[in-house]
């Protein structure tokens, strides 16, 4: 039953892990703005993360150790290359600005989640609190 007080924990470790991966697809993307022929790098996580709260409500079983996983123990962030069309001469297609703003909205996600983990822990503590008086 242990297990039980981390899923929430476990989840925002996930959505860390996925906000993380794209900072460093965004900032390596601001690097490269001036890098002839460099695609920007896209990073998604989202869905998978929705997919295995979809799985959890259903209680999914494995009675065999081939059978696909409930959860988000096969999470893995996607890093996917945009190959759009460039509107600059040298193939690059990165725009400094739209990296600027999605990195503050991915800063925000992220202290946003932060909060979120110390909120889990804290009730942890609180039960614990409690538990021995």
Request: cysteine-free.
């Amino acid at each position: 039953m242990l297990r039980g007080i981390y899923n929430n924990v476990d989840f925002y470790k996930k959505a860390l892990d996925g906000t993380w991966e794209r900072h460093k697809a965004i900032t390596n993307n601001i690097a490269n703005e001036n890098t002839p022929n460099y695609k920007r790098k896209v990073v998604t996580f989202e869905d998978q993360l929705k997919q295995s709260i979809q799985n959890s409500r259903i209680n999914l079983m494995k009675t065999h150790e081939k059978h696909i996983g409930s959860g988000t123990s096969n999470f893995a962030p996607r890093i996917m290359e945009d190959k759009s069309t460039s509107y600059r001469l040298d193939g690059n297609n990165v725009n400094s600005d739209t990296e600027s703003a999605n990195l503050a909205i991915n800063n925000i996600m992220y202290d946003t989640l932060i909060k979120q983990v110390i909120g889990e822990f804290d009730k942890i503590k609180n039960v614990i609190a409690e538990g021995s008086k």
